[in-house]
């Protein structure tokens, strides 16, 4: 079996400039390519967005490390429909991806009972919007999200005193919760259902944002029973698993984690802490690939 691992040019080694978290790619793509090549397969990293590349060689292609789909989310959908018309099975699958892409899919998840943060749901709020909403959510601190977005891109922080200003892309405005600084984000990272392992991610001191890119750092944890539940819960709401999934959470006022993210585009998972990753994506992969 062949398999795409796509990528956005900027991870990718022969990169003329590499992103700041490059490394990343380096560390994801060893590992599954390490997998696939013991179970006598191949993976190869492709520039999703090369148009001369033939797709029809390709058995399986994974969304590895696209991370710069957020700007051009529509060209990014259209190509993955062009994979899959050439008769390559897409992991995760564009009807999915496309569920995943907005964020809006979090009303969803919290229909089907699972813990979410409470959000306003905004579309190219004014600053006098904006304003609002500290009362609208009984907060003193807001953040605000692009709806579309990744990696913190267009992420803003407000206190009450601060001069607000228009946003310009649909958001998500939300309460500030405290325990993303305190205590951390947990990112637990599953495998066609199957839990592998679990981070907990803090920001440097003096941010919030948890990414390596802002010098955010994490470290591997055993969660308890409850916290595991939690995290069960929201893939559990799927009809059928996704083939990965990393389930990001926060800590909420009442001590139960809440869902800050579901991450089933092109997430990081974190390979270096754990051994059994490679082998359960490539066990995933091939019961998927038998339906």
């Known amino acids: 079996m062949k398999i795409a691992f796509l990528a ?3 991870v990718l080694p022969h990169a003329t400039v590499r992103r700041s978290d ?16 013991e179970a006598g397969s191949e993976m190869q990293a492709v520039q999703w ?22 700007d051009q989310s529509e060209l990014f959908l259209d190509k993955l429909d062009e994979i899959a018309a050439a008769g390559v099975r897409v992991f995760n699958p564009a009807e999915l991806v496309r569920w995943n892409l907005r964020k809006t899919y979090l009303r969803e998840l919290a229909e089907r009972g ?11 709020p004014s600053a006098d919007r904006l304003s609002q909403a500290f009362d609208e959510l009984n ?48 990112s637990f990272i599953m ?14 001191t003096g941010d919030y944002r948890i990414q390596s890119s802002y010098g955010g750092y994490e470290e591997k944890v055993l969660p308890s029973k409850s916290d595991l539940e939690a995290a069960h819960q929201v893939v ?7 083939l990965y999934a990393r389930v990001d959470m926060v800590r909420g006022h009442h001590g139960r ?35």
């Open 22 to 37: 490059a490394f990343e790619f380096d560390l994801q793509f060893a590992c599954f390519s390490k997998a696939c090549s």
């Open 257 to 291: 984690l809440l869902l800050m993210e579901l991450e089933l585009i092109e997430p990081y998972l974190y390979p270096e802490q754990s051994d059994q990753l490679g082998a359960l994506f490539f066990a995933g992969l091939i019961q998927k690939m038998s339906r």
């Open 139 to 186: 907060t003193d601190e807001l953040v605000i999200k692009r709806q579309i977005g990744a990696g913190a891109s267009g992420q803003l922080r407000y206190n009450r005193a601060d001069q607000l200003v228009d946003y310009a892309h649909r958001a998500m405005v939300q309460p500030f919760v405290p325990s993303i600084v305190e205590e951390g984000e947990y």
């Open 236 to 242: 559990e709401s799927f009809l059928e698993p996704p």
């Open 8 to 10: 956005s040019l900027d």
């Open 191 to 204: 495998i066609n259902g199957v839990f592998s392992h679990a981070l907990l991610k803090r920001a440097k």
């Open 49 to 70: 967005n090369d148009p001369a590349v033939n797709w029809a060689q390709y058995d399986a292609a994974f969304i590895g490390t696209c991370w710069d789909y957020q």
């Open 114 to 124: 699972v813990g979410t943060i409470e959000t306003l749901w905004l579309d190219f």
